[in-house]
C-alpha cells in the first residue's frame, strides 16, 4: 500500500530538484511555455466555468434545485480538471524535446553521470518526440470520448466522472514516465506494460500532478517538476545507482 503514496512524494522531491545546481537551466523552456499556456487558460476559463455553473443551476427544475449541491461539485472538478488536463497535454506536446534534455539531466544528477547530450540532442530529437506525445494523444482521445459520453447520462454520471479521475491520474503518470524511459529507448508499449505492474504508484503520481495543475502559481511549475519526479520514479524503482 506504500504505493499509494509514494506517488505523491516523488512529485515533491521533483519540485525539490528543480532548485538543484545544474538542473535549473534545462528548466527554463518548459517553465516558461507553461506560464504562457497555464496563464491564458485561466484568464478563460475564470468567467466561463461560473457562467457555466449558473447555466446548469438553471436547467434543474425548482423541486430538483438539492441537487446542484451534487451535480455542480462533479461538474466544475470534471470540468476544470479536462480543461487543465487537456492544456497539460499541449503543453507538453509544445516542450516534449526540452523535458526530454530535463529527465536527462536529472537522471544525471541523481545517478552521478555525466550529462552527454546537448542542443544538438534537442533537435535532433524534435520530430521523435513530437510522434511520441502525439501518439499519447491518440491513445487519451480514443478512451477519454466515451468516459465523456457517460458523463451526459443523468446518476451515471457520477460514477463516469471518477472514472474520469482514474482515467486522469493514469495518463498524467504516462505522460511524463515517457520522457526519462524514452532517453532509454523504451517507448509507449512498454512504458505502459511497466506501469500496469505498479497502478497504485501510477495513480498515485498523476492524481498529485492533476491536484497541482488546478492550485494557481503551483501550477506553473508543475511540468518540470513532474518531469523531475517521474524521473526520480524510474531512477529509484529500477535500481540506478543514486547519487553520493
Request: glycine share 6%; aromatic share 14%; hydrophobic share 60%.
Amino acid at each position: 500500500m506504500k504505493d499509494a503514496v509514494a506517488g505523491a512524494g516523488y512529485l515533491l522531491q521533483g519540485f525539490s530538484l528543480l532548485r538543484t545546481r545544474g538542473i535549473r537551466r534545462f528548466v527554463v523552456a518548459p517553465l516558461l511555455i507553461n506560464v504562457l499556456l497555464f496563464g491564458g487558460l485561466i484568464w478563460w476559463a475564470y468567467g466561463w466555468v461560473g457562467d457555466a455553473s449558473v447555466y446548469l443551476g438553471n436547467l434543474l427544475p425548482e423541486w430538483l434545485q438539492w441537487l446542484q449541491y451534487i451535480v455542480l461539485p462533479v461538474f466544475l472538478l470534471t470540468v476544470l480538471v479536462i480543461m487543465f488536463f487537456s492544456f497539460s497535454i499541449l503543453a507538453n506536446l509544445l516542450a516534449a524535446p526540452f523535458n526530454g534534455l530535463l529527465a536527462e539531466a536529472v537522471e544525471c544528477h541523481l545517478t552521478g553521470r555525466t550529462l552527454d547530450s546537448g542542443w544538438r540532442q534537442v533537435l535532433a530529437d524534435v520530430v521523435p518526440s513530437l510522434w511520441s506525445e502525439l501518439r499519447k494523444l491518440l491513445y487519451f482521445a480514443l478512451r477519454a470520448l466515451p468516459l465523456l459520453v457517460l458523463m451526459l447520462v443523468p446518476v451515471v454520471n457520477v460514477a463516469a466522472s471518477l472514472l474520469w479521475l482514474l482515467f486522469g491520474a493514469w495518463m498524467m503518470t504516462v505522460q511524463y514516465i515517457d520522457y526519462p524511459m524514452a532517453n532509454h529507448r523504451l517507448f509507449f508499449v512498454e512504458q505502459r506494460s511497466r506501469l500496469r505492474q505498479r497502478p497504485l504508484l501510477a495513480w498515485s503520481f498523476g492524481g498529485a500532478v492533476m491536484l497541482c495543475t488546478m492550485v494557481p502559481l503551483v501550477n506553473f511549475f508543475v511540468m518540470p517538476a513532474a518531469v523531475a519526479g517521474a524521473t526520480a520514479i524510474w531512477v529509484r524503482e529500477n535500481g540506478l545507482t543514486p547519487q553520493r
